[in-house]
């Protein structure tokens, strides 16, 4: 059975960076894309960041400048560094990954911005 197991979330200031980390684990033939997004209670799932197998990534307008999306094929995780954070990131952070051809996702991370 495929896991997916997310971390780094937490409390921080604005203006300042946390890093999150998704990693699979299981039964892993191969890992397509990756994708971070992120939901607020009554909101709707908005994509932040993707990243292809080959390396390839896109940002939501939001985010660009400021977010980085990374993976390591090798340790089947991805990553999320998040920079000059801002109240509006506060969201619970979630990661998807296309793994055999199935997408799996986290259970979720919590970001607060605040002061």
């Known amino acids: 059975q495929v896991q997916l197991v997310e971390s780094g979330g937490g409390l921080v200031q604005p203006g300042g960076s946390l890093r999150l980390s998704c990693a699979a684990s299981?039964?892993?033939?191969?890992?397509?894309?990756m994708v971070w997004y992120r939901q607020a209670p009554g909101k709707e799932r908005e994509l932040v960041a993707g990243?292809?197998?080959?390396?390839?990534?896109n940002y939501a307008d939001s985010v660009k400048g400021r977010f980085a999306i990374s993976r390591d094929n090798a340790k089947n995780a991805v990553y999320l560094q998040m920079n000059n954070l801002k109240p509006e990131d506060t969201d619970v952070y979630y990661c998807?990954?296309?793994?055999?051809?199935?997408?799996?996702w986290g259970q979720g991370t919590l970001v607060t911005v605040s002061s």
């Open positions: 299981g039964s892993i033939f191969s890992i397509d894309a």
């Open positions: 998807r990954m296309t793994i055999n051809a199935f997408e799996r």
């Open positions: 990243i292809t197998r080959s390396g390839s990534t």
